[in-house]
């Protein structure tokens, strides 16, 4: 079986590094070798200022009273540190309840991507129906419309919607099924799909293999590279998303941190406050670590997403 | 189309379209003449496998986009029947004095992010290129703000641009010498406030992107202008920067139709003020459907969401050009 | 004004908290509409991010109105009243049974058909004869329904911080009475404390920032609204607008006495007042009660004042909190919910088992008892509810006696009728521009807020 693309080139990359216009000649001139040199090491003085930066104040400020962060924001510690901020982030603003909901909601995301990307893919590159082309060319269609255009007549659908007359307002559903339409992972995967050797499709097909077992036996199991990278877009975005839970999850129970937090902004001591944000960020950053790999492999996609 | 053909490039992967072709199952033509041989040949597999794509696109994706449409030329407000009303939401939209300057400030958004944040993550990039050791580390710092939340990302920047003299980024610019500056709550200096966070906290990806990209330049030409003597600054500019055009245009359309959605950060930065210096498109959309307690103008959301769909069109078209060339280096 | 509910709600939530069975004595409860069969409604109970405790307590006030009222489920869900979220809760139908809004949109919804007709099932109950006029005008639409039932009411007042004043030579007995003493006392707060705002006004755009400008209008003896519904005319052009935004403007940019935070909000100019960083600001009568509660105000700094009035018809703008019930609610359904509004809003103000029950449950929690409000009911049932809660305050009474004192000669002026979250939020802009810009034109600005105003209320009024 052919290896996966998306693993190969990657791996090289992290490796050998891409190619680059400083040759080991250039390198051996010794204007080259300092001026490069000065300019990596500024670089990474730069990013870990800007990049990592923000993200330590943040840790320094939920360890900080807030009077202490109202008055010397950059000051380190002068009263000394507390850890009342993260006990009543914790306690308080309930911060467990709300990244036990993200999570909630970004796994029911991932398992109605997952399934939709999966059967919709395999019925259009492997089983083929004739209106096969009709179906993708209308995916390709929503590509243009942006899921935030849609705002509108989604939200007055998930409130009424038509045939079934009950309103899936303050309901997961609400947020799991309009986040399953994307046409960016049925084309992922269709492409990977279309990509699997078909000799060994055939093989099953003459065995007596049906089209059931063919995707759970033969199909999938084929596929972890490309469900990987799918699990982890699915996984993401819904943790970002803010606007559509926003509008159909107003149940403060139900919300994402990402709702609730700019919901309590407001009402909430600076230092509470700031230590919610960094809970907040804990889960994202060591899954990030996690995933390094996917997540960077994968990051020119999700710039594809966007569009 | 555009992101079909984006996929193999980003992956390294040759384009799938000939494999496609060249796989095709034969297929037994007329089946579906009599119900027993269409179940028999699969056809209803075929559905059944379809029916998750076909239920979920059909309820959010194609119909709303119907729905859009119709909505735009109606007026609604979910409790009375709709009525037709033309293109009368059009012209209560472009005659809104708020239409203007919401456009204006979108475009104001999309062209400052482009002058902060379109040369920033390719010089990034092309520096990182050449970086020996500890690249994982650099690559690391530099995507690490994407993996904040945007919604906790730009609550923690509201923070930093407290104008009080001891607001975080005040006390660095006293450290400095500068003034204490009005950051967020200024007219003229709101606008470069939001777009600032939002290239820190966006340039990440682009920086992977260019990344990504610079590992396809011929390794060949770089050795070939070094025979020839080209300096440093010249493989740059005469090999890296050609090689790289065509994802160079690949971001800046991404950058310009992400930008011209943008949300979250005048919502949650400002609403919209002072006196709607940060007033988007997309906020108005907002406001006109959600942003009145005592009931919704939805017909001018949708007629608003409706022209935003074909400002998009134009620059999705663009893209998928864009990559269709690309596609074929 | 919008955010005044979380204030008057969190009050509740407080009252809410350590109430205990055997404090209290339930009493009242017995239904005036008679028996009923058993009925489940829903209720609004405590902001997002009340504390473990408020709920658990709160949960015990439930248990004890449930168990007066056998034949009564009531369901708690949490709530919280913002412009956005309550259109679509409203759109969506997700409101609980029993919910407030603030006086700004209550006769609108009534008239929309968004609220229940409360009228008799509310005229059973005792307390309702004893209504003050103009605060049940506010749940009266136009039929003379009663549409929601009035259950906390303010007026704005100005908030000072005494240790600012002593720290600049002030006297903190006298505050000021005039608006150039205002001025006078903000530029010698800054002179004595550069890093304090002398005096901070509402910038946010969240319509406080014209809820703000409104109250200085009408203190200035100006109004930016007359009239009523769809023939109601914005005047923002008024001579008391321009005199407050011309009192603005020289504060900010000749005397530079406003500090350096120009997008406060209601929440985050308490906040700001209680660190310690405001010298004065406007705002509700009550607004003490949420720095003690999520701002952790040192008491000793706090002082309370009237607005000083200047010019014929200048008076103090007010508002308040209603509680109202879905439309679609059945009869059944909306007997239960007045029995609910009786006991948990109603009763604290006008029977001393309920005031008792009320103050018990604050001190419990060492919340603020004794903040003033505008009474809601006649002045005999207000001066009755004081004197019960009299052995329970807590809060400085000294230090808000100017305000008590002085608030009972000041007329009391009523939030534009007429779409009025609407024209907050077409004003916002104009304080914005007076803040944010030293060249700012003032009558431009108001001339073209005045069209966007009358646009708005042209909208808010159409037939739909």
């Not at chain 2, 245009?249 to 919209?272: D, R, W």
């Not at chain 2, 009931?295 to 007629?303: F, I, L, P, V």
């Not at chain 3, 009222?69 to 009243?81: A, C, E, F, L, R």
């Not at chain 3, 321009?242 to 005397?255: F, K």
């Amino acid at each position: 079986m052919r290896a996966w693309p998306i693993r190969r080139k990657p791996r090289k990359r992290d490796d050998a590094g891409p190619q680059s216009f400083v040759l080991s000649s250039d390198w051996r001139r010794p204007s080259v070798r300092w001026g490069l040199g000065t300019t990596h090491v500024v670089l990474l003085i730069l990013l870990i200022i800007i990049g990592l930066g923000p993200i330590l104040w943040l840790a320094k400020s939920a360890l900080t009273p807030t009077l202490d962060t109202i008055t010397s924001p950059m000051a380190w510690f002068p009263h000394g540190l507390t850890w009342s901020n993260l006990s009543s982030a914790w306690t308080n603003v309930d911060v467990g309840l709300y990244m036990r909901n993200t999570v909630v909601i970004a796994l029911g995301s991932w398992a109605f991507q997952i399934v939709v990307a999966t059967t919709g893919a395999y019925a259009l590159s492997v089983l083929r129906p004739k209106y096969g082309k009709v179906i993708m060319a209308l995916l390709l269609t929503t590509l243009f419309v942006p899921a935030v255009v849609l705002l509108v007549p989604l939200y007055v659908e998930v409130v009424h919607p038509p045939l079934i007359h009950t309103s899936f307002v303050n309901n997961y559903l609400a947020v799991w099924l309009p986040e399953s339409a994307s046409a960016f992972n049925v084309v992922l995967m269709k492409r990977f799909f279309d990509n699997l050797p078909r000799e060994i499709l055939e093989a099953a097909r003459i065995d007596g293999c049906g089209p059931f077992r063919l995707f759970v036996s033969i199909v999938l199991p084929m596929s972890r590279p490309i469900l990987g990278v799918v699990s982890i877009f699915a996984v993401i975005a819904s943790w970002k998303d803010y606007l559509w839970p926003l509008l159909v999850l107003g149940n403060p129970n139900l919300q994402p941190l990402s709702v609730r937090l700019p919901n309590i902004e407001q009402f909430t001591p600076l230092g509470v406050f700031l230590a919610a944000l960094a809970l907040t960020c804990v889960v994202p950053i060591v899954g990030f670590l996690i995933f390094r790999r996917l997540i960077v492999r994968g990051s020119g996609l999700s710039g594809a997403l966007k569009g | 189309m555009a992101i079909d053909r984006m996929i193999p490039e980003l992956q390294g992967q040759e384009s799938g379209r000939a494999t496609q072709e060249a796989t095709r199952t034969p297929r037994v033509s007329g089946a579906r003449r009599r119900p027993a041989t269409w179940v028999k040949r699969g056809g209803l597999s075929k559905l059944l496998f379809l029916l998750p794509l076909l239920i979920v696109f059909g309820a959010f994706s194609w119909y709303p986009i119907v729905r859009l449409v119709m909505m735009a030329v109606q007026h609604t407000n979910l409790v009375q029947r709709a009525t037709w009303v033309g293109l009368s939401n059009f012209s209560l939209v472009i005659h809104d004095p708020l239409f203007p300057i919401a456009v204006k400030n979108t475009a104001i958004f999309a062209g400052l992010a482009l002058v902060f944040g379109y040369p920033v993550p390719l010089i990034v990039a092309v520096l990182m290129s050449e970086v020996r050791r500890l690249r994982g580390l650099y690559a690391v710092l530099a995507y690490l703000p994407v993996v904040i939340p945007p919604v906790v990302a730009v609550l923690l920047w509201k923070t930093f641009y407290d104008a009080a003299p001891n607001g975080v980024f005040n006390t660095i610019l006293g450290w400095v010498g500068i003034g204490p500056q009005q950051w967020i709550q200024s007219q003229a200096q709101a606008m470069p406030s939001l777009v600032l966070e939002s290239t820190w906290a966006n340039a990440g990806s682009t920086i992977i992107i260019y990344l990504a990209a610079l590992v396809g330049v011929n390794q060949e030409l770089y050795e070939a202008a070094a025979v020839d003597g080209a300096g440093l600054w010249k493989k740059v500019w005469h090999i890296t920067m050609p090689q790289l055009r065509a994802v160079l245009l690949v971001t800046l359309i991404l950058q310009i139709i992400g930008t011209a959605q943008v949300f979250i950060e005048p919502y949650l930065f400002t609403q919209g003020g002072p006196a709607n210096a940060t007033l988007t498109v997309m906020l108005l959309i907002y406001n006109y459907a959600f942003g009145n307690s005592l009931g919704a103008s939805y017909g001018k959301a949708a007629a608003l969401s409706v022209m935003l769909v074909g400002f998009l069109a134009v620059f999705s078209l663009i893209y998928l050009r864009a990559t269709r060339t690309w596609s074929r280096q | 004004m919008k955010l005044r509910i979380r204030g008057n709600r969190s009050i509740r939530m407080l009252a809410a908290m350590g109430a205990t069975g055997s404090l209290v004595a339930v009493a009242g409860l017995t239904s005036p509409a008679g028996a009923t069969p058993t009925v489940s409604i829903s209720v609004a109970s405590l902001v997002p991010g009340a504390t473990a405790a408020a709920t658990a307590a709160f949960n015990k006030q439930v248990a004890q109105f449930e168990r007066a009222n056998p034949g009564i489920h009531v369901k708690s869900t949490q709530y919280d009243w913002t412009g956005p979220t309550f259109a679509a809760d409203l759109a969506a139908g997700t409101l609980p049974t029993v919910f407030t809004v603030p006086f700004t949109d209550g006769r609108a919804l009534g008239q929309a058909g968004q609220l229940a007709n409360l009228t008799k099932y509310a005229e059973q109950y005792p307390w309702f004869k004893e209504f003050n006029p103009a605060v049940i005008a506010e749940g009266t639409d136009a039929k003379g329904r009663i549409i929601a039932i009035p259950e906390a009411a303010y007026a704005q007042a100005l908030q000072y911080n005494r240790g600012l004043f002593v720290k600049a030579g002030l006297k903190p007995n006298s505050p000021p009475t005039t608006w150039a003493q205002v001025e006078s006392d903000a530029k010698a707060i800054v002179k004595a404390d550069p890093n304090a705002a002398g005096f901070a006004v509402m910038g946010a755009s969240d319509n406080t920032a014209g809820w703000i400008l409104t109250t200085l209008t009408d203190a200035f003896g100006g109004r930016v609204e007359t009239g009523v519904g769809a023939k109601a005319k914005a005047t923002f052009d008024n001579p008391g607008t321009v005199a407050a935004l011309n009192m603005i403007h020289t504060m900010r940019w000749v005397d530079n006495s406003m500090g350096s935070k120009f997008g406060l909000s209601w929440g985050t100019s308490n906040q700001a007042f209680a660190a310690g960083q405001v010298g004065m600001f406007i705002s509700g009568s009550d607004v003490y009660t949420n720095m003690v509660q999520a701002y952790d105000i040192n008491p000793g700094i706090y002082g309370l004042a009237p607005l000083p009035l200047q010019g014929k018809n200048a008076g103090v703008l007010g508002g308040g909190t209603l509680a109202a019930v879905k439309p679609t609610a059945s009869p059944n359904q909306i007997a239960a919910a007045l029995k609910w509004i009786n006991f948990y809003y109603m009763q604290p103000l006008s029977t001393r088992q309920g005031a008792i029950r009320n103050a018990n449950a604050l001190l419990a929690q060492k919340q603020p008892i004794g903040v003033p409000e505008f009474p809601v009911l006649n002045k005999q049932a207000f001066v009755l509810a004081q004197k019960w809660i009299k052995p329970f305050i807590n809060v400085p009474v000294k230090q808000m006696a100017s305000f008590t004192n002085g608030i009972l000669n000041d007329p009391l002026i009523p939030e534009p009728e007429s779409v009025t979250q609407a024209i907050y939020g077409d004003l916002d802009s104009v304080v914005q521009s007076v803040l944010t810009d030293p060249n700012a034109n003032i009558p431009a600005l108001l001339n073209a807020a005045n069209a966007t105003g009358q646009a708005s209320i042209a909208t808010g009024n159409a037939p739909s």
